[in-house]
């Protein structure tokens, strides 16, 4: 007879080399092994996002970026859910493929650019993804589970919503920054 209730989420586990390379998804989440810093990993995600958008920008067209970043979606909401089950935390530091997922699109709406515009970006989309001010807060809040619950489909995909509403935050003050 199947369970009526979802397994209870696993004790809180720290991530690590073995960890990630446990799972292809853990791999994924943990945005290749950047999110295993000891020290702001939010920060090297993102700074790992910047240095794969230059390496990837020169062999994709629009349409090849907006296919990477519509699977990375798909596949980023898998293994950071997956991810997150394992470590038994609803939204670990060390997940940082929202951080990947959401800077590239920054950086893909604001190219080309030049290296002071990037690092405005750079600086505007960490202000918002770690202050989280107004909606960044909202979109935080809005998919959190209960404490002690298990992690569910609903948590994955709010690790992802509040990174894409800081990279929205992020573009409308690029766009007022350009436009005013």
Known sequence: MPALHPP???????????FLLGHP??????GFGSGLSPVAPGTAGTLWAWLAFLALEPHLSATGWAWLLGIGL??????CTTTARHLGVADPSAIVWDEVIAFWVVLWLVMPAGWWPQCVAFVLFRFFDAAKPGPVAWA???FKGRRGAPIGWRQGFGIL???LVAAL??????ALWRFL
């Open 8 to 18: 209870v989420a696993p004790a809180p586990r720290r991530p690590d080399w073995r």
């Open 25 to 30: 998804a853990h791999a994924i989440a943990l």
């Open 74 to 79: 798909a596949v980023g909401w898998w293994a």
């Open 140 to 142: 935080d809040l809005r």
């Open 161 to 163: 919503f509040d990174d």
């Open 169 to 174: 935050c992020t573009l409308v003050v690029i």
